[in-house]
């Protein structure tokens, strides 16, 4: 069984720019969450969804974003890049919103110059 | 505010040794608890778990126990092998409001078996 699939793998931007990424969740999973992984603020929560709707959402400013399709597949979207966006950034998925074990993909690494 | 905090950055353990990892956590609200490890460019696995009902959960080499009145919990491995070097992170979750659906993590601790 396939795990979670995240692409690209490693991504550079500048400052300004804007970025997706993309997300495939293990198959006949409906939950996808994503976090920012950096030295300074360890694993931090982006947000979460279910059934294409955003359940929760974590303390980040409007810039992320995100959405998910029908495929449970997920993307999301930084935009107006700045430096401190540089980090790891993991997606996860589980069989629904309320399991909580949650198998993550192997991230992508974005840096911003 | 870091609701759940692993105080020990670090771990040295000898091959065949128990290596005792701990975790702390604030917030009543979170009723379930996870390992996950971290190898280098990789994303992190789900290791064990364990649910505010119980006390402690086994899996083989691995055992994880949850003191609820004090608001910690510990990861033994027992022994320790040298491919148990990585670093694990311990998170928590909830059944309710903000904490439904997400993990919180503490900031890791790097555990190395040496031989």
């Known amino acids: 069984k396939a795990g979670v699939t995240q692409t690209p793998r490693y991504l550079i931007k500048t400052r300004g720019q804007q970025v997706t990424l993309s997300c495939s969740p293990i198959s006949g999973h409906r939950s996808v969450s994503w976090y920012q992984q950096t030295p300074g603020q360890g694993l931090q929560f982006l947000f979460e969804?279910?059934?294409?709707?955003?359940?929760n959402k974590g303390n980040f400013p409007g810039r992320f974003s995100g959405r998910q399709f029908s495929n449970s597949r997920s993307e999301m979207n930084v935009s107006t890049l700045e430096l401190g966006d540089s980090a790891l950034y993991l997606c996860?998925?589980?069989?629904?919103?309320?399991?909580?074990?949650?198998?993550f993909g192997a991230g992508t690494r974005l840096s911003v110059l | 505010d870091q609701q759940v905090k692993q105080n020990s950055p670090s771990l040295s353990v000898q091959e065949g040794r128990i290596s005792i990892l701990n975790c702390d956590y604030t917030n009543s609200m979170f009723d379930y608890f996870l390992w996950y490890k971290k190898y280098p460019a990789e994303g992190p696995t789900f290791l064990i778990s364990?649910?505010?009902?119980?006390d402690k959960n086994e899996d083989g080499r691995f055992t994880v126990f949850l003191n609820k009145s004090a608001k910690h919990l510990s990861l033994h491995i027992v022994p320790s092998q040298p491919g148990d070097s990585a670093v694990y992170f311990c998170?928590?979750?909830?059944?309710?409001?903000?904490?439904?659906?997400?993990?919180?993590f503490g900031r890791g601790t790097q555990l190395t078996v040496w031989p």
């Open positions: 364990i649910s505010s009902i119980k």
């Open positions: 998170a928590a979750s909830g059944v309710r409001g903000s904490t439904l659906g997400r993990l919180y």
């Open positions: 996860a998925s589980s069989k629904d919103y309320s399991e909580n074990i949650q198998y």
């Open positions: 969804y279910f059934s294409e709707t955003q359940r």
